[in-house]
């Protein structure tokens, strides 16, 4: 069955960074995009980035947009995002997620998505 565990998320204080890891199992890894989505407090669960099965495709939030960098190992089936100059806004459960279809459409919503990993806290401080 499919499976994806992120990892990575932690305590770091403002202006820092980190990396988030999605190891994903159970599928064949090049097919489907996977997203990274992050859920505040009393917000919605809003798209943060995703990548192509073949790792030529990428597209961010306009938040995020030249502070995080997703990447994939296809050796390892993980994806990783890079989050660099963190903010205190970046707080949040950061969730990654397998796309429901094997297309080469960039997926950026929470509905193109079937498969969740349990989510890792990024907290923030300043």
């Known amino acids: 069955q499919v499976q994806l565990v992120e990892s990575g998320g932690e305590l770091v204080q403002a202006g820092g960074s980190l990396r988030l890891s999605c190891a994903a199992s159970g599928y064949t890894f090049s097919s489907y995009h996977i997203g990274w989505f992050r859920q505040a407090p009393g917000k919605e669960r809003e798209f943060v980035a995703t990548?192509?099965?073949?790792?030529?495709?990428?597209r961010y939030s306009d938040s995020v947009k030249g502070r995080f960098t997703i990447s994939r190992d296809s050796a390892k089936n993980t994806v990783y995002l890079q989050m660099n100059s963190l903010k205190a806004e970046d707080t949040a459960v950061y969730y990654c997620a397998r796309a429901a279809g094997a297309n080469l459409v960039p997926q950026t919503t929470v509905g193109a998505y079937e498969y969740w990993g349990q989510g890792t806290q990024v907290t923030v401080s300043s």
């Open positions: 990548i192509s099965g073949g790792g030529r495709f990428t």
